[in-house]
């Protein structure tokens, strides 16, 4: 977009709850959505709340009578009220007269309850390449919006849904319109890539998972489907973002980038040949899968930079991995970290407590494991221990709702669901008592002071406020990991002050934290 032009197309990506160092990654969802209409000459303005304030003097400034959409993306949780309130904003300043879209996985699985709500027009469902390109279109030219798949849009008053669209092939996906973003404010010393200092999330390289974890919404999106780009293009995407930005770390964010691992060895293979010297890591590694892979293919995998893998562990408890209808074993994630020390890969693992008819016995076997394994694998890492919270679209929302699960009723009730912070009223977690959900809530807060705050402050860009930090925080660190190794959860008054804390800096604020 020219300086000097205003945009046609606003797309908005409002804070998620926890923004501040290496959490804080590129828009891509709303990215993705740009990529046509942005090769086909649209004018794109793309505000990320979570590294510059949204306020209603920069709408207005933006907003002209050629502005053809405002988009916002959502997630359930904080994302969804941040969102309201900026949809609130835009409403006010185009009198209703700039049609408001909203997309997202909230907006997926619960379209009907979405475009119920006043100030909202028009719900993108799924994935949105396609249908948003086809929506500005048909919004442009002032045609109706009866033939576009994969919508639900207000007419009249009145509330049609359209044709669901098939998934998209992934070859096709263009390449992220990094223009439409400062890159620079993306780019970080890592969480997890410690040892390199320009790391960025570059995107997907595959989209879908095909396996059935009853607490992931994948399958209602993508429809446990598995969809992966070519092993070319997959690697000219690496090579061509890493040398444009001098990157030397990066994340690639698939479900499941490992699942095809002939694709994968083919990937690998070509960056040590193209002599792409990066470090990165993969948001999801499953470990009966990394156990099925030879030692070449891994060591290929290391040879290319492969350095963090994280690990869907979920539970020390079997009746509680069936119960999720995970497919592993314990055992299965004890072997998988005694490989990955062997063969020289740093392991994160993540885990969920608070599973319908789960019990403290169980989260106890949880809590063993986690520390199990961090004597075992010293150089491994253990990610939130999140609570378990009920998403409408996944396996196990039919669970949560035999248990007494009462789901809110209105779009704004969403924004409080969160999946790491304390369920005082009951609301996500009906099938334990009050005490109950208080110890479960110490056990997230303590996992997260106790090893997950350490990895967060290394992301931290300045080294005197980075050591600063960690010294400040590391006693507090130290001395919850103990109560939570030991099981001490049960009375933890001084927790309430660190949760009001949080909820104030990160969950309530509107201020940015880059």
């Known amino acids: 977009m020219r300086p000097s032009a205003k945009p046609q197309i606003i797309l ?14 590129p828009p891509h969802a709303v990215l993705s959505v740009a990529a046509p209409l942005d090769k086909e000459g649209y004018r794109i303005a793309i505000l990320d709340q979570r590294n510059q304030a949204i306020t209603r003097e920069l709408l207005q400034s933006l907003i002209t009578s050629e502005t053809i959409c405002i988009g916002v993306s959502s997630m359930t949780g904080t994302q969804v009220k941040n969102a309201l309130k900026i949809t609130r904003i835009a409403r006010e300043l185009t009198d209703g007269k700039v049609p408001i879209v909203w997309g997202g996985t909230h907006s997926t699985v619960l379209p009907e309850q979405t475009v119920a709500h006043p100030d909202i027009d028009v719900v993108v469902i799924g994935e949105g390449e396609l249908t948003f390109s086809e929506l500005i279109h048909a919004l442009d030219a002032k045609r109706p919006l009866k033939d576009i798949k994969g919508i639900i849009y207000k007419d009249g008053g009145l509330i049609f849904r359209n044709e669901n669209r098939p998934l998209m092939d992934i070859e096709e996906l263009l390449p992220v319109p990094w223009h439409l973003v400062d890159v620079d404010s993306y780019i970080h010393r890592d969480m997890y890539v410690k040892h390199r200092s320009r790391v960025l999330d570059i995107g997907q390289t595959s989209r879908g998972c095909p396996f059935r974890c009853g607490f992931c919404s994948s399958a209602s999106i993508r429809g446990r489907k598995w969809r992966a780009m070519s092993a070319d293009k997959a690697l000219d995407m690496i090579s061509s973002t890493v040398g444009r930005f001098k990157l030397d770390g990066l994340w690639l964010r698939d479900d499941e980038f490992y699942i095809d691992r002939k694709r994968a060895f083919a990937i690998t293979e070509g960056m040590i040949k193209n002599n792409i010297d990066v470090s990165f890591y993969t948001s999801g590694t499953r470990v009966d899968v990394f156990l099925g892979a030879s030692d070449e293919e891994l060591l290929s995998m290391k040879r290319a930079g492969a350095h963090t893998l994280k690990f869907g562990a979920e539970s020390g408890s079997q009746r509680v991995l069936d119960l999720m209808q995970k497919g592993i074993t314990p055992e299965m994630t004890h072997k998988a970290n005694r490989r990955c020390q062997r063969l020289g ?19 106890d076997m949880t809590i063993d494991m986690a520390y199990a394994l961090k004597r075992e694998n010293p150089e491994a890492q253990l990610e939130t221990m999140a609570q378990f919270t009920p998403l409408p679209g996944t396996p196990s929302f039919a669970l949560a709702l035999e248990h007494g699960l009462k789901p809110p009723q209105t779009l704004e009730a969403w924004s409080d669901w969160l999946f790491d912070d304390y369920d005082i009223e009951g609301l996500k977690l009906p099938w334990y008592n009050r005490d109950e959900r208080m110890w479960i809530g110490n056990i997230s807060y303590m996992s997260i002071l106790g090893n997950a705050l350490g990895n967060a402050l290394d992301s931290v860009g300045s080294m005197p406020l980075r050591l600063l930090f960690k010294s400040i925080s590391g006693p507090a660190s130290a001395y919850f990991r103990y109560r939570l190794e030991h099981k001490l959860y049960r009375n933890a008054p001084e927790l309430a002050l660190v949760r009001y804390l949080r909820r104030k800096l990160f969950y309530e604020s509107e201020s940015t934290m880059t």
């Not at 740093?346 to 989260?363: Q, R």
Request: proline share 9%; net charge negative.
């Open 345 to 363: 890969f740093v392991p994160a693992f993540g885990l969920v407590i608070g599973y319908p008819t789960e019990t403290f016995e169980d989260m």
């Open 12 to 25: 908005i990506y409002p804070k998620t709850g926890m923004d501040f160092g290496s959490t804080v990654a």
